[in-house]
């Protein structure tokens, strides 16, 4: 049986061929590593205010270019184009933070000792391997490379094979920005020939956000050769709507945040955990909400929910719909298979979910919301931390003391009281459990990929 060296990117709402593109050769890989190592020998000897300069200009080229990235975006993994322009602005926001506040995080840092002078160096480690997924395809670059190599380092991605052109396209930017060649290149890979940069010593390091599986196996393999990563993971983030909410707010914003992007976002919320006394209301306005939903062409300007990304992962995401009702879950809207071409999934709402369904047990990465009732707040936090995942929550009350007791009995990475989860460069994003551990964003995720060198000095 003959080898496959290409892919194509497809098309979510068409099913249409898009780009073919080959994979690399053991000889082009040596040649992109030898680059990255190569690059980085002089790169890191500049300073971080040099490098934020860098981020600046790549803010303006990333506006530049918006439309045209945006484009690419919304064909390769169905993203209407309003959402793809907010990302690249979002990333060029991202870009302009750092510019700023990003040097001062690898300043030396005093440390008292009493009688010597001593001080801590964040100094940059080498090559570092991202591992991104395809629904926020440049945002999720950005989120790891940009305070990744503001500490001096270099990274080497390898993206998902549906969303290949928006990363080569970040690399453009990179370039035209005037970031050195060899800062930010494109590994195009196979999974399994991943494994032999890991294990390539001028690689110190990897960062993967995607699937528990994808980072189950890489931290694995990073492990056994003793370099650092960094995981963030599924989600299957909690809605905690108490009974003295602001219902018609709290359903607004969990309308957004459950199916924006066809509801593919990790830190989206997915279980919608009522307190019985609201249920009734909650539930009523939801559904006529996600009823409201226009799916259809994602270049329509009509249009709210494009496609999911790939046919697969809609059927994927149908079979956890029919596993739950299996199980007792009743459907509200949606829940069916649309006919024609196209990876489209209606907004689905599943009412009494329990635990040991797929909609609760498991991460829906799409339009499906699972509705969970509750006798109350106890009960409420008991059932969102029955899961295997932590990365975020939400808590909708009046009652802003409680919520802040609430938020810290919840086992996740971040909770949101009022409003939708969302992520910032001012604070930190990641989980714990099967999310993931460690963090990106703000100097937690600035000095992810750096050895914090301590320097003593002795009177002589």
């Known amino acids: 049986m003959a080898l496959v060296s290409t892919f194509s990117t497809i098309n979510p709402a068409t099913e249409e061929s ?14 992109v590593v030898a680059r990255a190592e190569k690059t980085y020998q002089s790169f890191r000897k500049g300073s971080a205010y040099q490098r934020a300069q860098l981020f600046s200009n790549l803010a303006v080229s990333l506006r530049k270019n918006k439309d045209r990235i945006a484009k690419v975006i919304t064909t390769e993994m169905g993203k209407i184009p309003f959402d793809a322009k907010a990302e690249i602005e979002k990333c060029a926001a991202e870009s302009d933070w750092y510019a700023e506040h990003g040097p001062q995080m690898f300043a030396d840092a005093p440390a008292a ?16 391997l991202a591992i991104m997924p395809w629904n926020l395809p440049i945002w999720q670059l950005t989120r ?23 990363s ?4 453009r930017a990179m370039l035209e920005a005037g970031f050195p060649e060899g800062v930010f290149q494109n590994l195009i890979l196979k999974t399994e020939d991943i494994v032999n940069v890991i294990n390539d010593s001028r690689v110190r390091g990897a960062s993967v956000t995607g699937s528990v599986r994808a980072g189950s196996a890489v931290a694995s393999e990073a492990g056994k050769v003793i370099k650092s990563t960094i995981m963030e993971l599924g989600g299957s983030d909690a809605f905690i709507v108490c009974k003295d909410a602001d219902i018609p707010k709290a359903v607004a914003a969990g309308i957004t945040s459950r199916f924006s992007n066809a509801g593919q976002v990790c830190l989206a919320a997915k279980r919608f955990i009522l307190v019985e006394e609201i249920a009734d209301e ?28 790939r046919v697969d992962l809609r059927d994927g995401l149908h079979k956890q719909v029919e596993g739950s009702i299996a199980k007792g879950a009743r459907v509200l809207c949606g829940g069916n298979l649309p006919e024609g071409k196209g990876a489209f999934y209606t907004p689905t709402v599943l009412s ?46 009046s009652d802003i003391a409680a919520a802040r007791k ?27 459990k099967n999310s993931g551990y460690g963090r990106e964003l703000s100097h937690f995720g600035a000095h992810a990929f750096v050895n914090p060198q301590t320097v003593w000095i002795e009177s002589l």
Not at 358 to 378: K, L
Not at 421 to 432: D, E, F, H, K, L
């Open 352 to 397: 009494g979910v329990t635990p040991g369904m797929p909609a609760f047990d498991e991460e829906t990465f799409g339009p499906v919301a699972a509705i969970i009732r509750v006798p109350n707040i106890e009960a409420a936090v008991d059932a969102a931390n029955a899961s295997e995942f932590g990365l975020s929550g939400n808590i909708w009350t």
């Open 144 to 166: 790891m490379a940009i305070p990744t190599i503001l500490a001096g380092n270099v990274v080497l991605v390898k993206h998902s094979p549906n969303t290949q052109r928006s």
């Open 282 to 309: 909650f539930e009523k306005l939801f559904v006529e909400a996600a009823k409201a939903i226009r799916v259809g062409d994602p270049t329509d300007p009509a249009t709210q929910m494009g496609p999911m990304a």
């Open 113 to 128: 000792t009493g009688h010597a002078e001593a001080y801590v160096s964040y100094l940059p480690l080498g090559p570092i």
């Open 168 to 171: 080569l396209e970040f690399e």
């Open 18 to 31: 898009i780009e073919t593109f080959s994979y690399f050769t053991p000889t082009e890989t040596e040649s």
């Open 406 to 432: 609430i938020a810290r009995d919840l086992d996740t990475g971040g909770v949101f009281i009022n409003g939708f989860t969302a992520t910032n460069p001012r604070v930190p994003v990641g989980g714990v």
